[in-house]
C-alpha cells in the first residue's frame, strides 16, 4: 500500500504518523511532569516537617533544660543517702542554711508495686530569692519525684526573710516482703 503512494502522500503520512506521536508523548510527558511536581512538593513539605523535629544543637540545649532529669530509684536506704546529698548541695547553692534534714514517712499506700514514696523534710531561715533560686533548681534533682509541702512564712521586720518549711520526696524500691513480693 505504501508503494502505490507519491512521495508528498508517503511524507505527509509519515507527518502525521509523527504528530500523533508527538501527541500522546507530550499528553504522557505533561501528565508524568504534573505528577513529578506534586511528588517534589510532597517531598518538600516532609522535609520541612523533618527539620522540625531534629533540632539543631542549641534547640536540642533549650529541649534538655526544660526537661525534668530522673535516676532510677534504687534500695531505700541507698536512695535515701543519695537524695539527701543532692537537696543538701541543691540547698547550699541557694545558699539556705537548714536545720537537719529529717526523713518522714511520705505515706502508707506504694505508688507501683515494689516501689514506695520516701519523704525528706528540711527547715531553715533564708532570703525570698534564695527559696525562688531552690525552687527553680529542683528540677534539676534527678531523685526528685515531687515537692509534698511547702509553707513560708515572712518576718514581720525584714520583709525579705523568710521561715522555710519544705517537704520533698523521692521514689525508692522497697524491700522484698516475706511472700517475696515488693510492698
Not at 531523685?143 to 521561715?163: A, N, P
Request: glycine content about 6%; hydrophobic content about 40%; charged content about 30%.
Amino acid at each position: 500500500m505504501f508503494e502505490n503512494m507519491n512521495q508528498r502522500d508517503r511524507r505527509a503520512i509519515r507527518l502525521g504518523v509523527i504528530a500523533a506521536a508527538a501527541i500522546v508523548v507530550l499528553f504522557v510527558g505533561l501528565k508524568w511532569l504534573e505528577h513529578w511536581k506534586d511528588v517534589r512538593a510532597r517531598l518538600r513539605a516532609r522535609k520541612e516537617n523533618l527539620a522540625v523535629l531534629n533540632p539543631d544543637q542549641a534547640q536540642k540545649e533549650g529541649l534538655l533544660g526544660i526537661v525534668p532529669v530522673f535516676e532510677m530509684p534504687v534500695d531505700e536506704e541507698e536512695q535515701k543517702i543519695v537524695f539527701r546529698d543532692k537537696l543538701n548541695e541543691q540547698l547550699k547553692k541557694a545558699g539556705i542554711n537548714s536545720k537537719p534534714l529529717e526523713f518522714v514517712p511520705a505515706g502508707k499506700k506504694p505508688i507501683a508495686v515494689g516501689y514506695k514514696l520516701v519523704g525528706l523534710k528540711c527547715s531553715g531561715r533564708c532570703q525570698f530569692t534564695q527559696v525562688l533560686d531552690l525552687l527553680s533548681s529542683l528540677k534539676a534533682n534527678p531523685y526528685l519525684v515531687g515537692i509534698e509541702e511547702m509553707s513560708i512564712k515572712c518576718d514581720e521586720t525584714k520583709r525579705q526573710e523568710v521561715d522555710l518549711e519544705l517537704t520533698v520526696s523521692t521514689m525508692a524500691r522497697a524491700a522484698p516482703s516475706k511472700t517475696g513480693q515488693g510492698v
